[in-house]
């Protein structure tokens, strides 16, 4: 399920501060600034620095 509008509105990297967007799988939220990943488990976003994937 991907994650809706208002909740991406308001979301934020915890490291930056910048918004974040939904990758194309729907699997994880994309900070651009940080080139990082917060995954998204059980629909719910995990916005915490130490579980973020850096992107390739």
Do not use: H
């Not at 509105?9 to 967007?21: E, H």
């Not at 729907?26 to 940080?34: E, F, P, R, S």
């Not at 995954?39 to 850096?54: F, G």
């Amino acid at each position: 399920m991907p994650v809706s509008q208002e909740l991406l509105d308001i979301l934020a990297c915890p490291k930056c501060k910048q918004p974040v967007t939904q990758n194309a799988a729907g699997t994880g939220l994309v900070c651009q600034a940080c080139r990082l990943e917060y995954p998204i488990v059980d629909d719910i976003p995990v916005m915490l620095i130490d579980e973020a994937r850096p992107l390739a």
